[in-house]
C-alpha cells in the first residue's frame, strides 16, 4: 500500500514539474502550450515541400496568363501602329507642301538637258564642260539649274517646276526663245526616262538679278528647313 502511494505521490510531483516547466517556456518565449501540442498546426518537411511547390505552379500560372493578356493587347494595338509608323515615314510632297498659288504662274515648253556633247557641244576634259552661262557648275539636287531665255527668266531667278522640283535659272541656250526651258539631268537615259518634253505650268519663287554664285545654290540647297524634301529629287535619280 505505501509502495503505491509512493508512486502515486511521484507521478503528481512529475506533472507539476512538466506544469510549470511548460508555463516559464511559456512565460519566456510567448507561445502558447496548446500552440506546442497541437498537432493540427504541425507538418511535417515532406508536407512543407509539397506547399512550396503548389505556390510555385501557382505562381508560374499567373505569369502565364498575365503574358498572353499583354499579346492579346499587343496584337490588337499592331495594325494602328504600324499604320502610325508608316503615315510617320511619308515625306511630304514639294507639290502639296504649299500653297503655290500666290505665285506668278507661267506656261512653259520644258526639255531636258545634260552637259554632255550631245547637249552643249562640249566633251569631258573640257574646261568648260559642265560650267554654266553664270559660271556654277551644272547640278541636279533640290535647286538645280535650269536654262532659259534670260530675256524672261533672268540669272538667279527660281522656279518651282511641278515634278522637277525648284530650278535655278543659271544657263541660257541657242535654241531656247520665249518660255521654253532646259532642266538639268546627269544622264541621257535620265532625260528620256524622268521628263522627255512637257508643257506645263510653273511658278516664278523669285526673279533673278542676273547673278547666281555657287555659295547661292549651295546655301539653298543645304537650307535645313528643306532638307525633307531634297531627297525626293535626286536619291531615285542615283540609285
Known amino acids: ?17 512538466l506544469l510549470a516547466l511548460v508555463a516559464t517556456f511559456q512565460s519566456i518565449s510567448g507561445i502558447k502550450a496548446e500552440s506546442l501540442f497541437s498537432f ?3 507538418k511535417t518537411e515532406e508536407q512543407l515541400l509539397e506547399d512550396e511547390a503548389s505556390s510555385q505552379v501557382t505562381h508560374k500560372l499567373k505569369s502565364i496568363a498575365l503574358a498572353i493578356k499583354n499579346i492579346n493587347q499587343f ?11 508608316a503615315i510617320a515615314k ?26 554632255g556633247y550631245e547637249s552643249t557641244g562640249k566633251y569631258k576634259g573640257n574646261p568648260e564642260y559642265g560650267i554654266t552661262y553664270s559660271g556654277v557648275k551644272v547640278k541636279r539636287d533640290l535647286y538645280s539649274t535650269v536654262a532659259a531665255d534670260l530675256n ?12 522637277y522640283g525648284y530650278g535655278v535659272v543659271a544657263d541660257k541656250g541657242g535654241a531656247i526663245n520665249g518660255n521654253e526651258l532646259d532642266l538639268y539631268y546627269e544622264t541621257v537615259a535620265d532625260v528620256y526616262k524622268l521628263w522627255g518634253k512637257k508643257k506645263l505650268d510653273i511658278f516664278v519663287v523669285k526673279k533673278g538679278d542676273g547673278k547666281l554664285t555657287e555659295e547661292q545654290l549651295q546655301a539653298l540647297n543645304e537650307n535645313e528647313s528643306m532638307q525633307v524634301f531634297r531627297q525626293q529629287y535626286i536619291s531615285s535619280e542615283r540609285r
Open 75 to 85: 496584337v490588337q494595338l499592331d495594325p494602328l501602329i504600324s499604320s502610325n509608323v
Open 40 to 42: 493540427a498546426n504541425f
Open 90 to 115: 511619308a515625306p511630304p510632297t514639294l507639290e502639296n507642301a504649299f500653297d503655290w498659288t500666290k505665285y506668278p504662274k507661267e506656261t512653259v515648253l520644258a526639255t531636258g538637258y545634260t552637259a
Open 1 to 17: 500500500m505505501s509502495k503505491i502511494k509512493n508512486g502515486m505521490r511521484r507521478l503528481a510531483m512529475t506533472c507539476l514539474f
Open 152 to 163: 524672261v527668266f533672268p540669272i538667279g531667278t527660281i522656279l518651282f517646276i511641278p515634278g
